[in-house]
């Protein structure tokens, strides 16, 4: 018997149809029934297509049966951003709750777009106040570093994490910003690997600049790129990490698919790049 591949969530632009910070092209009802039809059993939301989706009539309760009808968790929800700098919008965080409450997903995923100067102690102590805030819920909050940000890699996002000394607060690991930030796996030397709360999974290409947009554009399909993915995905497992991971792929001409053939393709991509990993 073929031992059984970690779980496989996709990723709320993994399956969106648009662009990153674009509304949904394709229906949340359509992501979940392809989806599942693929092989994941967790999917993403974000808080704005969740409003967008309230707005329009949906219910939690509807929304809750539509993921039960599919055998889905909501797994992931995107995105906390500017708290790095400045205190994060109340409306935000009131949504974040709401869908604590209501789904208690795995994770939130939490980052900044900004370039502006960090302070590390007064970013972290903004961190902890989101973390107890969402801690009722059960709800971990995922630290995401980006290359073109004040939160620049994962050595600064690792910073901020200790000082936050929040126990629900850990790392997202996406392989594109892993890479192109210029992170390295001695970057995660001593961290336990609890505090790596998921890990994204794309491939793409080495960038220098334009890191915004090259990621929007060139965020690829695991395997596609010129990434390191498997020496990645070991070095995590070495280090104890087991999982959930997330597919999180979105460029033109993908996005532009069937939600069918984008559900396929992700999770094949993402299950032969988890081949790698030891099944004992």
């Keep these: 018997m073929t031992p059984a591949l970690p779980e496989l969530t996709a990723s709320f632009v993994t399956l969106s149809g648009a662009g990153f910070a674009q509304p949904a092209r394709v229906p949340f009802?359509?992501?979940?029934?392809?989806?599942?039809?693929?092989?994941?059993?967790?999917?993403?939301?974000?808080?704005?297509?969740?409003?967008?989706?309230?707005?329009?009539?949906?219910?939690?309760?509807?929304?809750?049966?539509?993921?039960?009808?599919?055998?889905?968790?909501?797994?992931?929800?995107?995105?906390?951003?500017?708290?790095?700098?400045?205190?994060?919008?109340?409306?935000?965080?009131?949504?974040?709750?709401?869908?604590?409450?209501?789904?208690?997903?795995?994770?939130?995923?939490?980052?900044?777009?900004?370039?502006?100067?960090?302070?590390?102690?007064?970013?972290?102590?903004?961190?902890?106040?989101?973390?107890?805030?969402v801690a009722e819920r059960g709800l971990h909050v995922a630290v995401e570093a980006f290359p073109w940000s004040g939160l620049k890699d994962v050595a600064t996002a690792r910073a901020v994490l200790e000082a936050s000394g929040a126990p629900n607060a850990g790392l997202m690991i996406d392989v594109w910003h892993f890479y192109n930030s210029r992170s390295t796996l001695a970057d995660l030397t001593g961290l336990p690997s609890d505090r790596i709360t998921a890990v994204q999974l794309n491939d793409g290409r080495l960038v220098h600049d334009d890191f915004l947009a090259e990621a929007r554009r060139g965020r690829l399909l695991p395997g596609d790129g010129e990434l390191d993915v498997r020496d990645l995905l070991l070095g995590l497992h070495e280090r104890g990490f087991r999982g959930p991971y997330c597919v999180e792929v979105n460029y033109p001409g993908y996005r532009d698919l069937p939600v069918d053939e984008m559900a396929t393709q992700a999770f094949m991509k993402a299950s032969a790049a988890l081949e790698v990993l030891p099944t004992h």
């Design 29 to 133: 009802a359509e992501r979940c029934r392809a989806a599942a039809a693929a092989g994941f059993t967790g999917i993403g939301l974000h808080i704005d297509d969740y409003q967008r989706m309230r707005a329009a009539g949906a219910s939690d309760e509807s929304v809750r049966t539509l993921l039960g009808t599919h055998g889905l968790a909501l797994r992931e929800i995107e995105f906390l951003g500017g708290w790095a700098t400045a205190d994060p919008e109340e409306g935000d965080l009131a949504t974040v709750d709401a869908l604590g409450h209501a789904f208690r997903p795995h994770h939130v995923t939490a980052g900044e777009f900004t370039g502006d100067e960090l302070d590390v102690t007064a970013a972290g102590a903004r961190l902890r106040a989101i973390c107890d805030a």
